[in-house]
């Protein structure tokens, strides 16, 4: 893949009931990211994407809007070394 990156997003808002996380699991896969995103006791949403680095710039200024039903109120973005390898982008619970 060429420039990829991975980065771990924890989004936070009104972001947890509001279907993002599965908001967030098709935008992925229309940009053709692979990874995961889960809810956090904390209320906030936390992900990891993989990517080409423009692509996932992108996806992570569409979370930075999120669904209609949601209210993101930051996004915290940390780049990490690429390679974990992803098959696909799902939801954990």
């Known amino acids: 893949m ?3 990156t991975r980065v771990h997003i924890i989004v936070k808002g009104v972001v947890q ?4 996380r599965y908001f967030t699991m098709q935008l992925a896969r229309d940009y053709g990211i692979t990874g995961w ?3 956090r006791e904390d209320g906030s949403v936390e992900l990891e994407a993989e990517g080409e680095e423009i692509i996932v710039k992108s ?4 979370l930075s809007i ?5 209210h993101v109120s930051k996004v915290d973005v940390e780049k990490l070394l690429p390679g974990e390898g992803y098959k ?3 939801v954990r619970f």
């Open 2 to 4: 060429v420039d990829a």
């Open 17 to 20: 009931g509001v279907g993002f």
């Open 37 to 39: 995103v889960r809810n």
């Open 59 to 62: 996806f992570v200024k569409d």
């Open 66 to 70: 999120g669904p209609h039903s949601a």
């Open 88 to 90: 696909d982008f799902t």
